[in-house]
């Protein structure tokens, strides 16, 4: 079928004062309409720079895509020209983020907020544009739209912010929204609210949704397929229900075995030993050979790329390669 998106070889590096950071090194993924992505690894792993690579955000200097392609909608990113990309940005692609406070201006309403990107990106009047935004405040459960669209960000409480940013971000009708850790801020009862609602507007909009995070378990519940990603590469790859049921990559096996426990008299199951690689002094041969439990000496001279073992899951491990 048609892709929305397809990321390949992607390479963006840093040029730091103490040396060349690959933050994503050679990573490929693609993204179908109407489906949702999810990007998991810990923090450092490359996730949100693959997400601002592709809006083409990324500070430069120092950050610079070294190499690679991005064509989202018949469109080759890295070869538009600025005006363009920032039409595109906002209107075709829009994005929310962990903390709702710092992204929602706190001298304008909830309402001024929405009304200026529907003004901004469809061109409306000021009384379409409040209809709408009342609209779309009812569109993601926010109660009282009427009143509510008169309010500033701090009279909303932590979810109902989060509602606001999902509004505006959906406000010029995205066909993908990138969500950045979207409920690590809120607490576990508000969470599976704000996910249960990203699914509804996925079935309702059909809009493809790349939702990153650290935690699988909010992965289990909101996406269709899933990419592991570790120190700047893709680990592994498959729809949500196979990973479940049957991951193979060893680093995998330890995000499974660190999701927090719904029984809240057990601690934390597992954390997965070691840290993640210092990005300047990146290990050789396979990543995370420094914190594999299985680890071989080819592990530490050949880097494993990604085999497809079943139909849609790959993964790129000596131990499977
Ligand atoms: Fe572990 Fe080797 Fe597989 Fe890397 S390639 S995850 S070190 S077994
Ligand atoms: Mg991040």
Known sequence: SEKLL???????????????????????????????????????CGKSVTSLSVMRLIPKPPGKIEDGEIIFDGKDLLNLPEDEMRKLRGNEMSMIFQEPMTSLNPVYTVGDQITEAIK?????????????????????????????????????????????????????????????????????????????????????????????????????????????????????????????KKHLHPYTEGLMNSIPSLDERKERLDSIEGSVPNPLDMPSGCRFHPRCPHVMDKCKEEIPQLEEKSKGHTVACWLHN
């Open 120 to 244: 901004l990106h469809q061109g409306k009047n000021h009384k379409e544009a409040v209809k709408q935004a009342i609209e779309m405040l009812s569109l993601v459960g926010i109660p009282l739209p009427e009143k509510r669209v008169d309010e500033y960000p701090h009279q909303l409480s932590g979810g109902m912010r989060q509602r606001v940013m999902i509004a505006m971000a959906l406000s010029c009708n995205p066909k993908l929204l990138f969500a950045d850790e979207p409920t690590t801020a809120l607490d576990v009862t508000i969470q599976a609210q704000i996910l249960e609602l990203m699914k509804k507007l996925k079935t309702e909009l059909g809009t493809s949704i790349i939702l990153i995070t650290h935690d699988l378990g909010v992965i289990a519940e909101t996406v269709d397929r899933v990419i592991v990603m570790y120190a700047g590469r893709v680990v592994e790859e498959a729809p949500v229900k196979d990973l479940f």
């Open 6 to 44: 397809s990321v390949k070889n992607l390479k963006t590096y840093f040029y730091t004062e103490d040396g060349v950071v690959p933050a994503i090194d050679g990573v490929n993924f693609d993204v179908e309409p109407g489906e949702t992505l999810g990007i998991v690894g810990e923090s450092g």
